[in-house]
């Protein structure tokens, strides 16, 4: 494998067999990452990166788009069946771009939105301030309840009735519980709003029957990346009413040639969560979530919300006297990848906040099952509880290493 890139260019060449090793050594534990299937990996590398296909199956601006029309219909067929919409458009390239091209669709600057608060574990592109939703639109947030770190549904119900909002976000990049999505939709519409469900960090297990639908909502966004082990790329689902305004904001509103590569790549994705095996693995994914949830409170390490419906956890690290930040600094020396997170209630920054956030995608992908995870879990406590001790983070990279060994990922790719 990667033979041409080797003999064109040996700089590049040498720096993805090094991150392939990365991968392959080391634990990947941020929720949002994933190892992609082989097969997504070689549609993704198809001559359907050559063309170009402006527009929509059989409404092209290109000619020479017979079998591209072909395969952006399946993507699209697939998905709607997969989800149960009538409509889909899988042309957006990011979870943050769907989510513009929803705004643009539907709102006018300045118009009312009303999201989860950053810190209760909403994402940047809901209405942060320093992000385009947050500088172009009126935003106002609902959070958890202060005991519980529970959505806090009576809030949201009283801020919607208040402000009016035109349109409710719900959906989250760091909430480890589920949502009831059909309850923010009722909400949304006695408060004269729609409902936009962000579903990138759990459309796998929604695909699974693990967590509550979203078919409920007016409009879903998604990425394909996460849960649902697919390329890097994303995806709007909607009612019917609302396909003319998606399409038109997708394109030729905000992109231009959509990536084709990719699109068939989606479709692959789509058509392996119908299989069972995508089923028994959304499952373990859970599984290992609640063991890592067990881990932690047998070694009193305080989890937000006190545990995880879905695929991830989010640490409260200052309960044990160290910053989030220290605490993703001293698992990557050993070879464990998460990242530092805000908490609810936050008392630090964005860049050195209280929290830690660990998930299971990426470790489950490789075959690890529960006993792999209270091994894991415990390296992970031992670490955050002494994260100063060379000593000790020269044991732990040694059996991360060791352990990593046994799960490969990409051995197509380990000889270059």
């Known amino acids: 494998m990667l033979n041409a890139l080797g003999a064109s260019d040996s700089v590049i060449y040498n720096l993805v067999l090094?991150?392939?090793?990365?991968?392959?050594?080391?634990?990947?534990?941020?929720?949002?990452?994933?190892?992609?299937?082989?097969?997504?990996?070689?549609?993704?590398?198809?001559?359907l990166n050559n063309k170009y296909s402006e527009g929509y199956p059989r409404k092209r601006y290109y000619s020479g788009n017979l079998f591209i029309d072909e395969i952006e219909q399946l993507a699209i067929d697939r998905l709607k069946a997969l989800f149960g919409f009538e409509h889909a458009n899988v042309q957006p390239h990011s979870g943050s771009g769907a989510n513009q091209a929803v705004f643009t669709a539907l709102l006018e600057p300045g118009d009312k939105i009303l999201s989860m608060d950053l810190n209760a574990g909403g994402h940047i592109t809901h209405g942060n301030k320093f992000n385009f939703s947050g500088r172009y639109y009126n935003v106002f947030h609902y959070g958890v309840n202060r005991e519980t770190e529970l959505i806090d549904y009576d809030d949201l119900a009283e801020v919607a009735q208040k402000e009016k909002p035109k349109l409710i976000i719900s959906g989250t990049t760091s909430y480890p519980r589920a949502i009831d999505f059909a309850k923010v939709t009722s909400i949304a519409h006695a408060a004269g709003a729609l409902h936009l469900a962000d579903i990138s960090h759990i459309a796998g297990l929604i695909v699974a029957d693990l967590h509550p639908s979203c078919v409920s909502a007016d409009i879903v966004t998604s990425t394909t990346h996460k849960t649902l082990r697919g390329p890097r790329g994303a995806v709007i689902l909607c009612k019917a009413e609302f396909a003319g305004k998606?399409?038109?904001?997708?394109?030729?509103?905000?992109?231009?040639?959509?990536?084709?590569?990719?699109?068939?790549?989606?479709?692959?994705?789509?058509?392996?969560?119908?299989?069972?095996?995508?089923?028994?693995?959304?499952?373990?994914?859970?599984?290992?979530?609640?063991?890592?949830?067990?881990?932690?409170?047998?070694?009193?390490?305080?989890l937000v919300s006190g545990g995880t419906d879905n695929h991830l956890l989010l640490l409260d690290v200052s309960s044990i006297g160290i910053t989030g930040r220290q605490a993703s600094d001293a698992l990557e020396e050993v070879g464990i990848f998460c990242n530092k997170n805000v908490i609810p209630f936050e008392t630090g920054t964005a860049l050195d906040p209280s929290g830690l956030r660990i998930g299971t995608p990426a470790l489950t992908?490789?075959?690890?099952?529960e006993q792999e995870m209270a091994q894991i879990g415990g390296w992970i406590v031992q670490i955050l509880k002494a994260h100063e001790s060379h000593q000790l983070k020269q044991r732990v990279v040694e059996q991360v290493r060791a352990l990593a060994e046994h799960f490969p990922i990409y051995q197509e790719y380990s000889n270059g």
């Open 246 to 302: 998606i399409d038109k904001a997708v394109f030729p509103g905000l992109q231009g040639g959509p990536m084709e590569n990719v699109i068939a790549a989606k479709a692959v994705c789509f058509n392996n969560a119908k299989k069972p095996e995508f089923q028994t693995y959304q499952e373990q994914l859970v599984r290992n979530a609640k063991i890592l949830e067990q881990v932690f409170r047998n070694n009193d390490v305080r």
């Open 18 to 47: 090094q991150e392939i090793t990365r991968q392959q050594a080391g634990l990947v534990m941020i929720p949002s990452e994933n190892y992609a299937t082989l097969d997504i990996l070689e549609t993704l590398g198809t001559p």
């Open 365 to 369: 992908s490789r075959g690890m099952k």
